[in-house]
């Protein structure tokens, strides 16, 4: 009899109340994972990585360089009030290291070849830094203001010369106010030395091609 009781127990139907909950905890998670899909395919990445791969063969970059059509934007390299290292010279310039690294970086875009590139540089000392141990030398914007700001695309136009790239040496903010109004208002936040290649078009539009980070240089370099 005992028997009985216990088969007919574990045989009995589940109540209509378990099956809803069910039905809900199931509803639940698919919407949970229909949302995380939409915030991935709707959420901007960042431009593509050219240190990877052959990336920087691949894409447009060095046809674009040797026309002259690019704006590369570079952030400066290790800024001295933020480090332990030791500093080079005034507090808001780069460190040492900061002024090796801008020297290589330097190497890398002299491989490409400069003839055909103008330099322009924010007038903070670490970006002038930069750009003076990179090229030797680097045109200073007028204003002690950096470009940025959501009108920096129009503002890089005006220093812009036809068949010449510019190469402006900058912060990390404007690096990503110009990424934002390229259509990345999320991307990964710039490194040191990093550089963003944008290509002018021939109808005055921006195509991002992508960024270069300042440790993928030595790897790339010998590909080309």
Known sequence: ????????????????????????????????????VACFVLWPSS???LGIGNRLLTSQVL???RDG????????EERCDRSSNPCLGPPDGLTVVGSQQAELLGKAFTTLGMEHSDILASPITRTAQTAHFMFGKAELTSSQQA????????????????????????HSGCIADFE????????TFPEYGSALFVRLLANGKFETLGIMNSQAWAAVMKTL
């Open 69 to 76: 059509d690019l704006i590369v934007l570079v952030r400066h």
């Open 180 to 187: 934002k109004s390229l259509g990345f208002p999320h991307a």
């Open 147 to 170: 470009i940025c700001g959501a009108a920096i695309g129009e503002e890089l136009l005006s220093h812009k010369q036809p068949g010449r790239n510019l190469v402006f040496v900058t």
């Open 47 to 49: 431009p593509h990585d």
């Open 1 to 36: 009899m005992v028997n009985d009781v216990v088969d007919v127990s574990l045989i009995k139907p589940r109540s209509r109340r378990a099956y809803l909950k069910r039905l809900r905890t199931g509803c639940a998670g698919l919407v949970v994972i229909a949302l995380l």
């Open 63 to 65: 046809p674009s360089w």
